[in-house]
């Protein structure tokens, strides 16, 4: 079974500053099939990343993907107030354990 | 639009049952594969369960003889038999549709419900 492991556990970063978080899987995983995930408190998940790199319905251009093999990235490119949130990665039926951002 | 809206939460003691509910509008809940995911309080997402649009049926182990994922077509809704309830099955648990599955590799779950909480205590 493959594990996600997300760094950092938190992110302490200001609006307007660029956030980068990674994802790394146990074992070398297809990038077509590699997803993120955001949610804030009190609400359900929302998918951000599609298959690495597709952006879903909606979501603003500040948030891109990347990455293959067992290294995967979601950066932001410029914070925005409404962007502080926890994200998950997701392969398969595992999630990552998530990382927090959270305003400086 | 599509969406999902789960219900059936509720305070139940150890040892109980409990079946949860997610209506699906905008979308057909036959034609897709559709998963529980659930989120303990404070923690990360753990998927609990899937049933495929041909009708197969997988679990986590954690919840493997103990829950039951099924649906009901005519009324377009999903759902989750929770028997022999512990407290570790304490959770906000969420419907979700699968998007991009291809053979044996998993899709993305999108959209998911709001949410539904179990709480399993004495």
């Known amino acids: 079974e493959i594990v996600l492991t997300q760094s950092p556990g938190t992110l302490s970063l200001s609006p307007g500053e660029r956030a980068t978080l990674s994802c790394r899987a146990s074992q070398s995983v297809s990038s077509s099939y590699l997803a993120w995930y955001q949610q804030k408190p009190g609400q359900a998940p929302r998918l951000l990343i599609y298959?690495?790199?597709s952006r879903a319905t909606g979501i603003p251009d500040r948030f891109s993907g990347s990455g293959s093999g067992t290294d995967f990235t979601l950066t932001i490119s410029r914070l925005e107030p409404e962007d502080f949130a926890v994200y998950y990665c997701q392969q398969g039926n595992t999630f990552g354990q998530g990382t927090k951002l959270e305003i400086k | 639009e599509v969406q999902l809206v789960e219900s059936g939460g509720g305070l139940i003691q150890p040892g109980g049952s409990l079946r949860l509910s997610c209506a699906a509008s905008?979308?057909?809940?036959?034609?897709?594969?559709m998963s529980w995911v659930r989120q303990a309080p404070g923690k990360g997402l753990e998927w609990v369960s899937v049933i495929y649009s041909g009708g197969s049926t997988y679990y986590a182990d954690s919840v493997k003889g103990r829950f039951t994922i099924s649906r009901d077509n005519s009324k377009n809704t999903l759902y989750l038999q929770m028997n022999s309830l512990r407290a570790e099955d304490t959770a906000v648990y969420y419907c979700?549709?699968?998007?991009?599955?291809?053979?044996?590799?998993?899709?993305?779950?999108?959209?998911w419900g709001q949410g539904t909480l179990v709480t399993v205590s004495s």
């Open positions: 979700a549709r699968e998007a991009g599955r291809s053979g044996w590799y998993w899709g993305w779950f999108d959209p």
């Open positions: 298959g690495a790199s």
């Open positions: 905008g979308f057909t809940v036959s034609s897709n594969y």
